[in-house]
């Protein structure tokens, strides 16, 4: 079935590092693929998306490239700041598949000042 | 504004005693569904729905009932709850399941 492995956490960071964030899936249909960010005592908010290969995704100083051959959909970010701090979900919705929307179980980030 | 509304935000409640959580949505959505989140299990599933009257299962339904009369509403329905159901739930809703998910704010629920 339809699935995505993001890497453990928890990541602390300090500010102004680099940020990467690993991300895979499996599917069986033409998935399209999400990054979700919760802030403390929020709900998941949409930070990006991508359709189809080779698709980037941005926001807010964030990107992730849609790589087929590597089943990837890796987050990163080039400078993290103390207010990026926040729980990140990968997620997956295989059109033409399950048609299911199936989430990773989200990497905490900290970034101290 | 656009928003899913979920209610309460908190709750404690006792074993068996039935409860409702109410989740609506002012986007004319016809996708709907609910999570729960767990401390290292992320965000499970446990029922959609893809228009009125149209619900299935998720990953993890068992102990949860759910109805779709309106498009606008899809109460989250614990007929008995237990204490494994304590949790945080989560509404959202979208225009299809490829779409951007809006979230609720979340009901936090202790089963005792």
């Known amino acids: 079935g339809d699935s995505v492995t993001q890497m453990e956490g928890p990541v602390t960071l300090s500010e102004e590092a680099f940020l990467t964030i690993n991300c895979t899936y499996t599917a069986t249909g033409y998935p399209s693929l999400f990054w979700y960010v919760q802030y403390p005592g929020e709900g998941l908010q949409l930070l990006l998306k991508?359709?189809?290969?080779?698709d980037k995704g941005s926001n807010k100083g964030f990107e992730a490239t849609y790589r087929k051959e590597t089943t990837s959909f890796h987050l990163e970010k080039g400078s993290v700041q103390v207010s990026d701090s926040a729980v990140y979900f990968c997620a997956l919705s295989d059109v033409g598949g399950s048609e299911k929307l199936v989430f990773g179980k989200g990497t905490k980030l900290t970034v101290n000042p | 504004e656009a928003q899913v509304t979920q209610n309460p935000r908190y709750l404690i409640t006792v074993t068996g005693k039935k409860l409702t959580v109410t989740c609506s949505q002012n986007m004319n959505h016809e996708y709907m569904s609910w999570y729960r989140q767990d401390p290292g299990l992320g965000l499970r599933q446990i029922y959609y729905?893809?228009?009125?009257?149209?619900?299935d299962k998720g990953d993890v339904p068992e102990g949860y009932k759910v109805s779709r009369k309106e498009k606008r509403n899809f109460p989250l329905i614990l007929e008995s709850p237990s204490p494994n159901q304590t949790s945080l739930y989560f509404c959202?809703?979208?225009?299809?399941?490829?779409?951007?998910?809006?979230f609720g704010s979340g009901t936090q629920l202790s089963v005792l």
């Open positions: 991508a359709t189809k290969a080779d």
């Open positions: 959202a809703s979208s225009w299809a399941t490829n779409e951007k998910l809006f």
């Open positions: 729905s893809m228009n009125v009257e149209v619900t």
